[in-house]
């Protein structure tokens, strides 16, 4: 049986050097692994190095240490064969201004081998499955930044790579074509492929990656299932309350159990805490000042732990 | 070679969607030719002494607008890379399954087609209109030599086009490259009677080498042996800018 990972990384530098200037490190010294066939995303603040990493996988930036593979093949040693196992949406919104939807298409599909017949029949698919069917003649620069956006994110689904890079591929879509490329996303990864997605909706993570790992200024902060991730998080969990008022002498009261995050919409409270006797503790306490018309007590979010590692700066792997 | 024909295809979808730019492209060598060439021609009156030959300046004129043409369309072509980058879509057509030098050759290949349509244009209406006398036979090694021309200052200018980022940038160094490389050159007059130091310069530049290669073919002029060393040295001129391209195309993601 083929062990060998989609991706891996091995103490992987990247240091950008610019004269008269200080040096960045953008990636200090990670390593990783993704198996085949998961879906992999790759979380952190803007400037946490997420497309640097991107940038190194799909051959577009060589890293000055350590090592990346994909599928086995060398990022710097054998660019090509990378490229062969690859497709990507990278962050910019990259679109042939003066070709069709159906023309952007066909050349896409003939760079990756596909036949003319093959082309269509493939386009004729992503097109209703991202919406595209009523643009395939307007040009690219005749579309807005959202249909634009489709269709770089469409174009991958149109060849079968085992490995697509996704990087925040679902910027500037709507609500129907978010849900469509989650959905895309889902079902490729059933049929082997794996995916990597750099993403800040955390959410859309929490639903659609096995796996994820945090970074931060370069580093890994996390790494692990969605639920292990959590875990980092130990007890923490979310209290919502809707309370009939809500008074600064409310705020004052709960701040004193040192909650993680407080967030206040109208009557609404949504308290973040370390523990579960730290919630039941608030929830009492709060009952002794004001009335309590509805209250719940979850296991605290991806965004809330997310928060709490990048708040820390620990290293829980 | 099916991953630099996806590109010749990228190329030809682009290009056909704008016609009058492909009108333009195939009809400005021949507006030089027919105002900047007849206009010196009338100037000039008895013509020229070339190498010993009298010549009208039509003729000599015409192996310098067949340089220029190859350096117009190498020109346009790199700077194509520009709005490329800007779309995002030069980053993503590197993450392709193909390799740095075969997308160069793909991105000239095309132009190298429309090079070859210019100068048949070029070269009939000089015979038919300007009354050049055209040796038909060589024709197809005059060819040769504008793909060659084409493709090498395509890649030096590339080089350029992947360096600089600013678009105003790029823009103003082309402008000075075009200026000093046309002017000191072969490519407007002979350079037998200009001063030493200009003749010094212009016999080292790689237009003056084209122009030169260009000349024999269609005029018969030049030594040889100066002629042979010329070509040689643009084919060395064009192994050397495409080497630098292809790193200089990975220098600028």
């Not at chain 1, 060398?74 to 062969?84: I, K, M, T, Y």
């Not at chain 2, 080089?159 to 000075?176: E, G, H, K, S």
């Not at chain 2, 530049?205 to 002629?227: E, K």
């Amino acid at each position: 049986m083929d062990t060998t990972p989609a991706i891996e990384l091995n103490a992987l530098v990247k240091v950008f050097a610019k004269r008269n200037q200080r040096a960045i490190r953008a990636v200090d010294g990670l390593s990783f692994q993704v198996p085949k066939g998961s879906i992999f995303g790759l979380l952190g603040p803007n400037g946490a190095g997420k497309t640097t990493i991107i940038r190194i996988l799909t051959t577009l930036l060589t890293p000055s240490a350590g090592e990346a593979r994909v599928m086995g093949y060398d990022v710097v040693q054998n660019p090509l064969a990378v490229r062969r196992q690859i497709c990507v949406v990278l962050q910019e919104n990259a679109i042939e201004l003066h070709l069709s939807v159906q023309n952007s298409f066909r050349v896409f599909g003939r760079f990756h081998g596909l036949s003319r017949d093959e082309i269509q029949r493939r386009a004729d698919r992503v097109s209703e499955l991202f919406g595209l069917s009523e643009y395939l003649n307007e040009k690219g620069m005749d579309l807005s930044g959202g249909l634009k956006r489709r269709v770089q994110v469409a174009k991958t689904f149109l060849i079968d790579k085992p490995v697509v890079f996704l990087d925040e591929a679902t910027t500037g879509m709507d609500t129907f074509n978010k849900r469509a490329t989650i959905q895309a996303i889902k079902e490729e990864s059933l049929k082997g492929r794996t995916i990597v997605l750099t993403t800040h909706v955390l959410d859309e993570a929490e639903v659609l990656c096995d796996s994820i790992a945090i970074m931060n200024h370069g580093k890994l902060v996390a790494q692990g299932s969605v639920d292990s991730v959590k875990a980092y998080g130990l007890r923490m969990m979310s209290l919502s309350m809707s309370l009939a008022t809500v008074s600064p002498s409310t705020l004052d009261l709960i701040q004193t159990y040192q909650p993680i995050r407080i967030d206040v919409k109208n009557t609404t409270l949504d308290v973040t805490v370390k523990d579960d006797t730290a919630a039941l503790a608030i929830l009492a306490a709060v009952r002794q000042q004001t009335e309590v018309r509805h209250f719940e007590i979850t296991t605290a979010s991806l965004e809330d732990v997310f928060v709490q590692l990048l708040d820390k700066k620990v290293s829980a792997t | 070679m099916r991953e630099i024909m996806a590109v010749v295809y990228r190329e030809y979808l682009v290009r056909i969607t704008g016609l009058t730019w492909m009108f333009f492209d195939l009809a400005v060598p021949l507006l030089y030719l027919l105002m900047f060439g007849v206009a010196f021609d009338r100037a000039l009156g008895q013509g020229m002494n070339v190498g010993g030959q009298a010549i009208s300046y039509n003729a000599f004129f015409l192996a310098g607008v067949l340089s220029m043409t190859c350096f117009g369309n190498a020109l346009n072509t790199s700077y194509g890379f520009f709005i490329d980058r800007d779309n995002g879509i030069l980053f993503e057509f590197l993450t392709y399954p193909i390799t740095r030098g075969q997308f160069l050759l793909g991105k000239i290949l095309f132009q190298c087609v429309m090079t070859v349509l210019q100068s048949m244009l070029t070269i009939s209406v000089s015979a038919l209109l300007l009354g050049v006398s055209v040796p038909w036979h060589l024709i197809p090694f005059v060819l040769a030599a504008m793909i060659v021309g084409t493709a090498a200052w395509f890649f030096f200018l590339s080089i350029f086009a992947f360096l600089i980022r600013r678009n105003d940038t790029f823009n103003m160094v082309i402008n000075v490259l075009y200026f000093v490389l046309m002017f000191l050159s072969s490519v407007f007059y002979p350079l037998d009677k200009v001063p030493t130091w200009l003749r010094t310069v212009a016999m080292a530049n790689p237009l003056s080498w084209h122009a030169d290669f260009l000349r024999f073919l269609t005029l018969g002029v030049g030594d040889l042996h100066s002629i042979l060393m010329e070509a040689a040295g643009f084919l060395l001129f064009l192994f050397a800018s495409f080497w630098i391209a292809i790193r200089a195309l990975q220098k600028t993601l």
